[in-house]
């Protein structure tokens, strides 16, 4: 199974039928997060990821170990998070005739995995991100 880390592009081409899976390290802050106040807090980061090549399907799951950082809600320091969502992106090979919404594998064969990976960062950030319990705030002097 090959993937581009920093693009999160998996290459159809390169899995098997069944299960597949990989553990990829991703270079953390050549990844185009994109996501506003969330920077990546180390160099390296390690995404597991498990493809099923099904009949009609190919199903993606998996999860991302990594730190970022986003301000604290009172002082606006950087403040540490891990990721902790799991990753999930169904696709079509052929035109669904169950019912069921899934993306259409592209012609390439390149299954795009970034906005599955960006949606578990974004919701690994806490709602009220702090430095410390009893961090004071800002400081006006």
């Not at 160099?43 to 090549?53: A, M, R, S, Y």
């Amino acid at each position: 199974m090959e993937l581009d880390p920093v693009r999160m592009v998996l290459d159809l081409k390169t899995l098997h039928r069944g299960v597949n899976t990989g553990s990829f390290t991703v270079p953390m802050k050549e990844v185009a997060w994109d996501i506003e106040d969330v920077l990546p807090a180390s160099g390296k980061g390690i995404l597991e990821l498990t493809v099923d090549l099904e009949d009609g399907a190919v199903i993606c799951a998996g999860i991302l170990h990594a730190d970022f950082t986003t301000p604290c809600a009172r002082c606006l320091e950087p403040t540490r998070f891990q990721v902790v969502e799991e990753i999930f992106r169904e696709f079509a090979l052929t035109p669904g005739t169950s019912g069921e919404e899934r993306e259409m594998v592209p012609d390439t064969g390149l299954l795009d995995l970034m906005e599955a990976v960006r949606e578990a960062v974004i919701l690994s950030v806490p709602v009220k991100p702090l430095c410390s319990s009893d961090c004071p705030g800002i400081d006006y002097i």
